[in-house]
């Protein structure tokens, strides 16, 4: 029989430790979840979920212009946002109480408090003290602001869904995915919108082609892009509107002005200096390939531990450690994890999709590459008018003809690359992508007609 209350003990109801509790609980292990601020994490409040439901609320603007060229009457239309933003908190509660119902369902107890580590195996949470055999971290990210004058007056991803009214003028910061995503946003719901970012071109990392691509469509929908340039200070005016004073000598006055310029592990008052957790540069949580950390019996999955942060990796992650920890075909076998070829979106408009290496990197490792890039307007701007552009694009190893990295800019993106992503995990080869028949007519077709390499 156990000595300890729990077998293990999870903080942070996020995707990976929800995913975790429930796998464990459900091979026979007691469990328990503590949770300070809202069941779901990230994704489910302040993150993927909320910003896709405005991501396609800002896209209703385009439908119905484009809708004038197929014979609908352009009245204009007026845009609530109020309405948007309380729909948006009806739905985030009910998803709150299906991730309560699935935690209680799978036999796990929930601490609706603020957990602190006292020990390798000791918790407390509330003014309650629990042992636990095994103790996990799934606390994941917090965004932060860069210190300066005034970045007081600057707000998060966390703030931005619940503002108490909609600004007219935005000014987003960053080049990450969620500036461009968010800058997409506040455009197509109405606002006069800027994107800053420091770098000479923003989604680092991504395909340069696709980079660019995307930074000539996103400027055609009418977001303002400023690149090579920083916020130096903020100051609060009279009539409530801030005023940006710029690194090139300008100055941009905005309603509001969301910094999304990275996240960083949220680990604090987490009692870690009551561990032996060792911490990598970034302050992620070092784990080793079962998601040990240098603590005997502490474990960490998710975006605390700074690797692809993405709620299907935590999910993934959250699984492989609890069967390694309690399956009974698992268990003490290595987590497994893959982290090949994980396929991303990024909900810009257009949407991005992306599975495997860039350009760049498939010349850096198997230097002789071909690739098929193709840029057209989709059948329905012809009518709608729009001049909206799609980019596809195969990446293929020449020696062994295996498909390496698909790209596309373009409408459901995300959609699309999911199922090229099935293909290019299975080995697919460019051969294979030319006897597959396409479906006509659709976009997606593109990737499987393309016979003649760009270069």
């Known amino acids: 029989m156990s000595t300890f209350d729990y077998d293990l003990f999870v903080i942070g109801a ?61 009245v204009k239309p007026s845009f609530d946002w109020n309405v948007l933003r309380d729909n948006k908190k009806a739905e985030i509660s009910r998803l709150n109480g299906i991730y309560v ?27 309650e003290t629990v042992t636990a055999e095994r103790i996990l971290i799934a606390t994941g990210g917090w965004p932060f602001i860069p210190e300066f004058p005034g970045n007081e007056h600057a707000i998060t991803s966390n703030e931005v869904f619940d503002l108490a009214q909609f600004p007219k003028r935005v000014m987003v910061v960053g080049g990450g995915y969620i500036a461009v995503e968010f800058a997409g946003i506040f455009q197509g719901l109405g606002a006069e919108t ?39 200070t903020i100051e609060k005016q009279a009539d409530g509107s801030l005023l940006a004073q710029l690194t090139d000598g300008s100055t941009v006055e905005a309603d509001m002005i969301l910094y999304a310029t990275g996240r960083k592990p949220n680990l604090q008052g987490l009692g870690l200096e009551n561990l032996n957790v060792e ?30 942060e993405l709620t299907p990796v935590a999910l993934a992650e959250g699984m492989a450690l609890a069967r390694h920890l309690y399956s009974p075909e698992h268990k003490g076998q290595p987590c497994d994890m893959d982290y090949e070829s994980i396929p991303t979106a990024v909900f810009c408009q257009p949407n991005i999709g992306t599975v495997g290496l860039t350009e760049e990197q498939a010349k850096e490792k198997y230097g002789d590459i071909s690739v098929f890039s193709s840029s057209f307007r989709a059948l329905k701007n012809t009518i709608s008018g729009s001049e909206e552009k799609t980019l596809m694009k195969l990446i293929v190893d020449k020696s062994s003809d295996r498909v390496i990295g698909v790209h596309m800019v373009g409408p459901d993106a995300g959609e699309i690359i999911q199922g090229i992503a099935i293909a290019i995990k299975a080995g697919a080869t460019k051969a294979v992508f030319d006897r597959t028949i396409g479906i006509h007519p659709t976009a997606a077709e593109e990737f499987v007609t393309m016979r003649e390499a760009t270069r």
Not at 116 to 124: A, R
Request: include cysteine; charge should be neutral; aromatic fraction near 8%.
């Open 279 to 308: 911490l990598g540069k970034s302050g992620a949580i070092k784990v080793d390939e079962n998601f040990h950390t240098s603590e005997n019996g502490v474990y960490a999955v998710g975006d605390v531990i700074g690797g692809a």
């Open 101 to 127: 119902n699935l935690l209680e369902n799978s036999g796990a107890k929930i601490y609706d408090a603020r957990a602190k580590i006292l020990g390798p195996n000791t918790v407390q949470v509330g003014t």
């Open 14 to 74: 996020g995707s990976g430790g929800v995913r975790a509790a429930r796998i464990a609980a459900g091979l026979g292990a007691s469990v328990a979840v503590a949770e300070d601020r809202y069941m779901g994490g990230t994704c489910v409040n302040v993150g993927c979920v909320p910003k896709k439901l405005y991501v396609y609320a800002s896209q209703f603007s385009d439908a119905h212009r484009d809708g004038a060229g197929f014979g609908w009457e352009t």
């Open 194 to 232: 800027k994107l800053l970012y420091r770098g000479p071109l923003f989604l680092r990392n991504f395909d340069q082609e696709v980079r660019e691509f995307v930074a000539t469509e996103v400027a055609r929908k009418g977001v303002d892009l400023t690149f090579n340039t920083n916020i130096e």
